[in-house]
């Protein structure tokens, strides 16, 4: 194997880009952001693609790449970038793919509530009280906005680039409202950051 295109943004696709370095394998390490970016470090054998790309430019990509492999280890809930990941998969068939899954935590349901929608979930956030710890980003944002007692009691946590500090600031949220940390974020500290809210 001499070439791999990951998409990235997250821990585990730096790890297998990291991997692949050590192996002498090159990579094009593939990011939405110039953010995305910064966690890692071009190499002659890492290669950064910036930019978001739909699936007929992702088709055009890997014929410009000639790849070995394509993996996708974007983000679990990053499920716009997944589907167009797929759909370009369908016009490019002459690699293998593989999906990088993070390991799952075994977690009780058992009191979760879901929705099958962004605005289904906003509309029943207007039935309770209490801050809400808003874990979606910044993409998602707006829909719990439009309501100004739902938006009042929001606790926004965010990538901390400037795209989405922007668009918290454009859609009122105040300083306290704003958590700005790169993840992922262990049990421990997501439990630490409910009880601070």
């Known amino acids: ?3 791999v295109i990951i998409f990235g943004g997250t821990t585990e696709g730096r790890n297998l ?12 390490y593939c990011v939405a ?4 970016k910064e966690p ?17 430019e992702m088709a055009e990509f890997y014929q410009d790449e000639k ?10 809930f990053a499920e716009i970038v997944k589907k167009e990941i797929e ?34 979930c906003a509309k029943a956030l207007l039935n309770t009280t209490g801050n809400v710890f808003l874990t979606t980003g910044s993409k998602e944002l707006s829909a719990f906005c439009e ?22 600031k454009n859609l009122g949220l105040k300083g306290n409202q704003i958590v700005a940390m790169q993840g992922p974020f ?12």
């Open 33 to 36: 952001t110039e953010y995305g």
């Open 87 to 120: 759909t370009s998969l369908f016009k490019y068939t002459s690699v293998p793919f593989y999906r990088l899954a993070r390991e799952e935590e075994q977690i009780d349901y058992s009191n979760c509530t879901f929705f099958d929608s962004v605005k289904e």
């Open 40 to 56: 890692v470090a071009e190499s002659p054998l890492i290669k950064i693609h910036a930019g978001r790309m739909n699936a007929d």
């Open 1 to 3: 194997m001499k070439k």
């Open 147 to 168: 309501d100004e007692s739902l938006k009042e009691r929001i606790i926004a946590r965010i990538i901390p680039n400037d795209e989405s500090l922007e668009i918290c």
């Open 67 to 76: 790849p070995d492999a394509i993996v996708d280890a974007t983000h679990p």
């Open 17 to 28: 880009a990291a991997t692949l370095e050590a192996a002498g394998i090159s990579t094009v």
């Open 186 to 197: 262990s049990k421990g500290m997501n439990i630490a950051f409910f009880q601070g809210v």
